[in-house]
């Protein structure tokens, strides 16, 4: 178990290792990294952070109601927590981009608002 461990350790910090050891320090400023792949991985950093906040935030007391708490629809919920578990990562995308895409079902109202959302940092944090 310990040697499954260790393997799966070196398999996640691997990547950002290399990160790192191909974009050092701008030797002029010695502040900040530079490169495509590391603006990737800070953004994807920001959003996991994000994500993680209204998760937790949202998740914790929704649990609680279906762990305590019974009331009519507590099936009709417990499935649509359970949903994206079970649903493609494709699918979901073309699901949010159908919802709140251009030409989606709020997407009309959200353009008319000057929204847009598809293919920013916030479409991300909702997926």
């Known amino acids: 178990m310990a040697l499954l461990s260790f ?3 070196v398999f996640l910090v691997t990547p950002i290792t290399s990160l790192f050891l191909n974009y050092p320090l701008a030797p002029t400023s ?3 990294f530079t490169g495509d792949a590391v603006l990737a991985l800070k953004l994807s950093m920001l959003t996991s952070v994000i994500s993680m906040v209204i998760i937790v935030g949202l ?5 609680f109601a279906l762990t305590y708490w019974k ?4 099936s009709v919920v417990t499935l649509l927590v359970d949903l994206p578990v079970v649903l493609p990562p494709s699918v979901a995308g073309l699901g949010l981009l159908m919802t709140f895409g251009r030409n989606g079902l709020f997407g009309d109202l959200l353009h008319q608002a000057g929204v847009h959302l598809p293919f920013t940092t916030a479409a991300v944090i909702m997926a």
């Open 7 to 9: 393997v799966l350790i």
């Open 59 to 63: 998740g914790t007391p929704l649990a």
């Open 30 to 32: 010695g502040a900040a």
């Open 71 to 74: 009331f009519p629809l507590r």
